[in-house]
């Protein structure tokens, strides 16, 4: 396991899910955490879960005046950002036929955009010192689209075009930018959906079963079951 010792991150949507599991690896690896998202009482359940100090920073990443406020607070409070975890997002699933303007800027707000700020804000410092590490959660909806998610489709693939780009501009001041695109997860955004889109999914996963957030522990051994792929199990 990596050695964050003395590494300080930031995680948003870091209030449960893939969010709190990420915060509480980090955690585990020695990195100091600030834990961002909306919902304050889940993300002092998340720094109760790892069980050391960590700085809570309440925001809503729809509003881009409060998220240009989220990177210089987390330095404030941490006095800098090696880190940064881009993991908040949201949904507002319609037909792209039927989508409202709002279904559509709030989504791309929030995944996208938002991402762009927070990336753009942690470059300096990470410049200055020549490391960084910057990561984007993506989602397979990005590389794959899915029906009814064109907004959420759009900002997950913008979140990896952007990461791409961002990361040759920074390779040599040794900061890597990286996004990963997990299946479909088991969360609240998932807990959303509906008996028959929930079967629609199920049906594209060959374990027939969504993932979780947490690594699945090994099948023992006098199983004679194939392992369960996770790779393919979305956010």
């Known amino acids: 396991m990596f050695d964050l010792t003395g590494k300080r991150a930031l995680v948003t949507g870091a209030s449960g899910g893939i969010g709190r599991e990420i915060a509480k690896a980090l955690a585990a690896a020695g990195a100091t955490v600030a834990l961002s998202g909306t919902r304050v009482g889940a993300l ?21 005046d409060d998220v240009d406020t989220l990177v210089p607070d987390a330095e404030a409070v ?7 975890i881009n993991n908040a997002g949201m949904t507002r699933d319609n037909l792209f036929m039927r989508m409202k303007n709002e279904e559509w800027d709030e989504v791309i707000a929030v995944n996208l955009t938002a991402a762009f700020h927070l990336n753009r804000a942690v470059l300096r410092g990470m410049m200055k010192q020549r490391w960084g590490r910057i990561i984007g959660i993506s989602s397979v909806v990005g590389v794959m689209g899915n029906p009814g ?13 952007m990461n791409k780009a961002l990361a040759y501009e920074v390779a ?27 079967e629609s999914i199920l049906s594209t996963i060959p374990a027939n079963r969504l993932g979780t957030p947490r690594k699945s522990p090994p099948a023992p051994s006098s199983s004679r079951a194939m392992p369960l792929p996770t790779s393919r199990a979305t956010r």
Request: glycine letters at 10%.
């Open 44 to 64: 002092e359940e998340t720094a109760q879960q790892i069980g050391k100090e960590c700085p809570i920073l309440p925001c809503n990443l729809s509003k881009m």
């Open 149 to 161: 998610q064109g907004n959420y489709a759009a900002s997950k693939a913008g979140l990896i075009g």
């Open 78 to 84: 941490m006095g800098g950002v090696d880190i940064l």
């Open 172 to 198: 040599s001041r040794n900061i890597t930018v990286n996004s990963i695109a997990p299946g479909f997860i088991a969360s609240a955004m998932t807990d959303e959906l509906n008996d028959k889109q929930r």
